[in-house]
């Protein structure tokens, strides 16, 4: 079975500029998770989508944000990029929505200068 | 979830048992304990989880305190390739959420 897949696998942007990540889950799941990791603040949870629907967020402004698709792909935006965007967004999923194993994708490194 | 603390960072020697240690004493009696780790310039990587009783996969054994207030992740025979960050979670939020202390540096030494 293929795992977790993210696109692209490394970005450039500039300050003001907005992206948008892309990730595949595991066949069969419907729960996506976004993290965001920096060597300052480590691994924290963005939000997470289940059938669509966000079910938690964690603590971004309001420039971070995402979907989820219903094949269950997700995707995940940044507008208005900053300096201190620059980190490793990693996706997860899992079967469910709680208490489930997480399979993390690679990540997509994002660089703004 | 509740607080976990783990060491800093450990160190071992190649093909002898790891015992990296994690105690979270505000675990809340439904919480699932969960440990995950990962290898340099990879995503992090499930490696084992339980409840009450000591657990078994190919990977590593988890052993809990009877009190449940901590947990060992043990690694039978370390390899090179087990060097790794690894990181206890005590709990999970509704909509798969981990919290991620600053976790265990794991070095193996040949």
């Known amino acids: 079975k293929a795992g977790v897949t993210q696109t692209p696998r490394y970005l450039i942007k500039t300050r003001g500029q907005q992206v948008t990540l892309s990730c595949s889950p595991i066949s069969g799941h419907r729960s996506v998770s976004w993290y965001q990791q920096t060597p300052g603040q480590g691994l924290q949870f963005l939000f997470e989508y289940f059938s669509e629907t966000q079910r938690n967020k964690g603590n971004f402004p309001g420039r971070f944000s995402g979907r989820q698709f219903s094949n269950s792909r997700s995707e995940m935006n940044v507008s208005t990029l900053e300096l201190g965007d620059s980190a490793l967004y990693l996706c997860?999923?899992?079967?469910?929505?709680?208490?489930?194993?997480?399979?993390f994708g690679p990540g997509t490194r994002l660089l703004v200068l | 979830d509740a607080k976990t603390t783990q060491p800093n960072s450990m160190e071992s020697n190649e093909e002898e048992p790891v015992h990296l240690p994690c105690n979270h004493s505000t675990i809340s009696g439904t919480d699932y304990i969960h440990w995950y780790r990962q290898l340099p310039s990879q995503g992090p990587e499930y490696v084992i989880h339980g409840l009450t009783s000591n657990v078994n996969n190919r990977m590593a054994s988890l052993a809990i305190a009877e009190d449940r207030k901590s947990s060992t992740l043990i690694l039978h025979r370390a390899t090179l390739r087990d060097a790794a960050v690894y990181y206890c979670i005590a709990g999970m939020e509704y909509g798969n959420k981990l919290v991620f202390g600053a976790g265990t540096i794991l070095r193996v030494k040949s």
């Open positions: 997860a999923s899992s079967r469910r929505s709680y208490q489930e194993t997480q399979y």
